[in-house]
């Protein structure tokens, strides 16, 4: 459990999160390549990092909004797609996690993971631009 996670389990993980952005760039998206998606925004922002930086957080947050608004435009028109701009974003953050899986010992992702269940078996979803606001007037 201090070891990051093995390098087969994060290539597959990686691939899975990639393909999802592929998808959405393509128009072929539906909920849950979009919910996986964000909730890979999610552990990104819980999971430590040596790149926990004010950028970071404006990248985590760009995504989230992105995916956010995505869902909400594929409710109305049964489009999902995100732009390149969007998708730059989420990019972004895709590399991000793919670094931390390789490098956060496998104890802080379960941790992180079950942090996410307990928010999302609340009945809500984290808001990282309100926790960006909120960072923000305290620098």
């Not at 093995?6 to 597959?12: E, V």
């Not at 409710?75 to 969007?86: K, M, N, R, V, Y």
């Not at 490098?103 to 941790?111: G, L, N, Q, W, Y």
Request: proline share 3%; with cysteine; net charge negative.
């Amino acid at each position: 459990m201090l070891l990051p996670t093995a390098l087969a389990s994060a290539r597959s993980v990686s691939l899975h999160n990639h393909l999802a952005l592929v998808a959405l760039r393509q128009g072929q998206g539906n909920i849950d390549l979009a919910g996986e998606l964000l909730k890979t925004v999610y552990l990104t922002h819980f999971l430590p990092s040596f790149e926990n930086t004010r950028a970071t957080l404006e990248h985590v947050v760009a995504a989230e909004q992105s995916l956010k608004a995505c869902i909400l435009n594929a409710a109305t028109t049964g489009e999902w797609i995100l732009s390149d701009i969007d998708c730059q974003a989420i990019q972004t953050v895709l590399e991000l996690h793919d670094a931390q899986l390789s490098s956060v010992p496998v104890h802080r992702i379960v941790a992180a993971k079950a942090r996410l269940s307990r928010i999302l078996e609340a009945g809500a979803f984290p808001n990282l631009a309100t926790t960006f606001r909120e960072s923000s007037r305290q620098d």
